[in-house]
């Protein structure tokens, strides 16, 4: 297994570096049918897809693809290949375009940029009255 | 293409840690952005069939822009090459300028206009001309205080405002239809297409800054002649309610109200006495207030529906006088239609006719019609673009919205628009 994102080695605590304003249950759906751009402080840069049924595929610099699943868990946004995870801290949105600075469960830091998330669910307005506005 | 990426994606929820997956779609509130009436119009549907259907490379597929969101992408690149690199440096105001003139003001003109001198010559008329017809201003080589304003908003105010409507034709599909209809609530208009061409137009009356026409994408499925107008809940309570206590039940009887005590099918028909009007203009008492065909029906000859929340539909009127104004947000949120017949006659072939009186006869289209009501208050024009007036307030709210939600200063990020 190559250099992908931390080491995918221990299941654990994380923390979230960047602070949220506004913590909450995450649930991941922002993530899905999109990619995230890792950066490690070492330089090393993957990209992880994220896509509908818990699959994910990590992209590192030169191009190697990784099969992995991605999964949310105890507030904790989780990657995995075969028989190793890795996990890092998770209760606030990704933001596009956005860099969030989090820790992982293997004492990994790096910063996550989102390129694109879908939007928050939107509260629909109340139901109207049948009948016509006029 | 982040643009596109962060404005429609399906809404997903991860029901349990086991990924289990529901989904709906993005619903927009109908003011900052669309609501979908119906799911196939939003403009990742197919990206959310991928979804739902597990398929990995599929769900990462974007939709592929509408021929109106590629005719702003061009529009705007092209805005951008003329006037977004110009200096910004902001000008007196002052007495009208024109050609011959020179001073301080006139090196202040050609400096904004990338060019030198202090003397108002044939090349910076050139310039305020072309300015002018970018920008759908009065045309003309002279720089008056309406033409100084515009230029002391900045390119970035223009640009912001582009982008904003380019957002809004983002929010229709790839694939408009073979047929379609477009309401610009902003401009009070109407635009039937066939085949992404432009078949016909007419003015229309929408809502009022306080009753606002909502953003909305449906299906038209059925037209009815001789309509009912059923009149909703907050309309009686707020409007007519007070109008039947001062005109007393001359006023029900001459505007044709039939009066019922509910929305349901075991509903009482009730009198005028039979009704505490008071408790119906508090709100603690509901009352359904139908108008029958006829002249002075609220809905006119014909109604066009696609059942929506919003009880907002396409409609004939009797008051055509109105259709002369060039405001024309005077309704109670329905567009009211000013060639209902035209528009009848486009979506079943012919004009639909009837020879009973029989009131509310329903003719189903044989193919349903997409209608988009939305709001652009900049257009793309020949030589540039048309700004119009923000009648609902509706830029300054979808312009925090993205900035907030999405992508902060993501409007000022010129990069956006390569």
Known sequence: MKYILGSLTVIGASILAANPAYAQAQNGQELIGNTVDVQFASGVRNIVAFGPSGQARITSADGTLSNASWFVRDNQLCLQTGSVSECWGYNQRFVAGRSFTMESSCNMTSQWTARSVNPAPVAPPPPAEQGERG | ?418
């Open chain 2, 1 to 418: 293409m982040i643009y596109r990426n962060f404005i429609f994606k399906t809404i997903l929820i991860l029901c349990s840690i086991n990924l289990q997956i529901g989904a709906s779609y993005a619903q927009g509130d109908g003011d900052t952005q669309m609501h979908y009436v119906d799911a196939q119009l939003h403009p990742d549907a197919a990206k959310h069939d991928a979804i739902i259907a597990g398929n990995f490379d599929a769900s990462f597929q974007e939709a592929e822009p509408n021929f109106i969101e590629k005719s702003y992408d061009i529009a705007l690149r092209k805005y951008q090459l003329s006037w977004g690199a110009l200096p910004q440096n902001i000008i007196s105001e002052g007495a009208p300028l024109s050609l011959g003139d020179r001073g301080d003001r006139v090196s202040a003109l050609n400096q904004r206009f990338g060019l030198e001198g202090r003397v108002f010559d044939r090349a910076l008329a050139k310039k305020i001309t072309q300015y002018r017809r970018a920008h759908s201003l009065q045309a003309g080589a002279f720089a008056d205080n309406i033409l100084i304003e515009s230029l002391n908003r900045g390119s970035q105010y223009y640009v912001r405002k582009i982008s904003l409507n380019k957002y809004r034709a983002a929010e229709l599909p790839s694939d408009l239809g073979e047929k379609f209809i477009l309401v610009d609530a902003a401009n009070q208009m109407l635009y039937m297409y066939e085949d992404d061409q432009l078949k016909a137009q007419m003015r229309v009356i929408v809502g009022t800054a306080d009753d606002p026409t909502p953003m909305l994408a449906g299906y038209m499925r059925f037209s009815v002649l001789n309509p009912y107008w059923n009149v909703p809940s907050d309309l009686v309570r707020d409007r007519y309610a007070q109008r039947a206590i001062d005109g007393g039940e001359n006023y029900i009887k001459t505007r044709g109200f039939d009066l019922f005590s509910g929305w349901g099918e075991d509903a009482q028909r009730l009198s005028y006495d039979d009704v505490n009007w008071n408790a119906v203009k508090s709100g603690e008492q509901k009352l359904r207030f139908r108008q029958r065909p006829g002249p002075g029906n609220g809905m006119g000859d014909i109604k066009f529906m696609f059942p929506n929340r919003f009880g907002v539909y396409l409609h004939d009127t009797h008051n055509e006088e109105s259709f002369a104004l060039d405001k024309r947000a005077i309704s109670a949120g329905c567009v009211r239609l000013e060639k209902p017949w035209l528009l009848a006659q486009w979506l079943h072939g012919e004009r639909p006719k009837t020879d009973s009186n029989d009131p509310e006869q329903i003719i189903n289209l044989e193919t349903k019609v997409p209608v988009y009501i939305s709001y652009f208050t900049a257009v793309p024009i020949a030589e540039g673009f048309s700004f119009r007036e923000d009648i609902y307030g509706r830029d300054v709210r979808l312009s925090s919205l993205l900035e907030a939600v999405f992508l902060p200063n993501a409007l000022q990020d010129s990069t956006l628009y390569p």
